[in-house]
């Protein structure tokens, strides 16, 4: 099975960018799923219906979030119905939405680190948990592991390695170069990066985030600009066994 997980989208030139490039990656490499991160969809700060559906007419299959699930309130009454977006796993019992969305054998889950980013239930015993449930039925199981600390990351990957597909880090916007398979078959990158501005501070003005580091006072932040840069990984995973075949990353530049 071909897989494509898609890096963070920021804002509007992340949208377009899929938009654009997506409909020929799913035909060049031949793509069963395509999974997104979406939670900076909105101007860069949590996910719209408009934008989601946006996401879904482009070719995206299941859309995934983090941290900022919760910044357009207008979203939250959706993450309870039919469209495939996650919020994370590991919120407490009775938090709008869900964090694991199944499609014949095949479970996308999404997870948030507790390491730099807040307080959340554990991901690695809310896996623990979800896994004795679903392995059962699904033969394949991807995780976005939405975390800060690549110790993190990593860790989870460890830790789930023979027991998922692919663990993929998401969250800081900056992709990394250790996509690999682990001993017990489970791919692993530690954050597969995002779809956003190149002339940027990870997707966000460049003026505006020095002014913060210079100054140590709040500015309102804008998106950057020029050409957009997608990140993306593209897993190949044994539909029998669930264990990945391959891991690349496929990273495409293109003009919005």
């Not at 996401?55 to 995934?64: F, P, S, Y």
């Not at 501070?201 to 709040?218: H, K, S």
Request: charged share 20%.
């Amino acid at each position: 099975m071909q897989i494509l997980v898609i890096g963070d989208i920021i804002g509007k030139p992340g949208r377009q960018a899929v938009q654009k490039l997506l409909p020929g990656l799913r035909k060049q490499f031949q793509l069963d799923l395509v999974i997104a991160n979406g939670e900076n969809t909105a101007g860069g700060f949590g996910l719209t219906l408009a934008t989601a559906q946006e996401l879904l007419e482009a070719g995206v299959d299941i859309i995934t979030s983090g941290n900022h699930i919760w910044d357009q309130k207008e979203i939250i009454p959706h993450l309870d119905g039919t469209l495939p977006i996650l919020r994370p796993f590991n919120y407490p019992p009775g938090t709008p939405g869900r964090g694991c969305f199944t499609r014949e054998h095949v479970a996308v889950v999404n997870l948030i680190g507790r390491t730099f980013i807040g307080n959340y239930d554990c991901p690695f015993r809310a896996m623990d948990q979800l896994l004795s449930g679903i392995r059962k039925n699904c033969s394949i199981i991807i995780v976005d592991f939405h975390a800060e600390a690549t110790s993190e990351k990593v860790a989870m990957g460890r830790y789930l390695d023979g027991r998922v597909s692919a663990v993929l880090g998401t969250h800081t916007h900056v992709g990394t170069i250790d996509a690999r398979i682990f001993p017990g078959g489970t791919a692993h990158i530690t954050d597969v990066g995002m779809t956003g501005p190149m002339e940027s501070i990870i997707g966000d003005d460049i003026q505006t985030v020095l002014n913060r580091f210079l100054t140590a006072m709040p500015h309102r932040l804008s998106l950057g600009s020029g050409k957009v840069l997608l990140n993306s990984v593209l897993l190949n995973i044994d539909d029998k066994s669930g264990q990945a075949v391959s891991i690349q990353r496929i990273d495409r530049e293109v003009e919005v």
